[in-house]
């Protein structure tokens, strides 16, 4: 209860932080551009066709609730 706290913390200078920040970006293996492109067309057709699936699949919900009603 009468415990005290300390309050005082040693931070280190931000030279080593940034030291640090770029020690850890040479260590990013950066895609090329042929895999890039590839992967962007996939994401790209990947949501594409589940854009159209969801379509459709509203669609037949929606038709079918108003069969129903």
Do not use: C, H
């Not at 850890?24 to 895609?31: G, S």
């Amino acid at each position: 209860m009468g415990e005290m706290v300390n309050t005082t913390t040693e931070k280190a200078p931000k030279r080593s932080w940034f030291k640090g920040i770029k020690s850890e970006f040479k260590k990013i293996v950066w895609p090329d551009r042929d895999y890039l492109a590839k992967q962007t067309v996939a994401v790209i057709s990947v949501t594409i066709v589940l854009g159209i699936a969801i379509y459709v699949l509203d669609y037949v919900i929606e038709q079918g609730i108003a069969f129903l009603l």
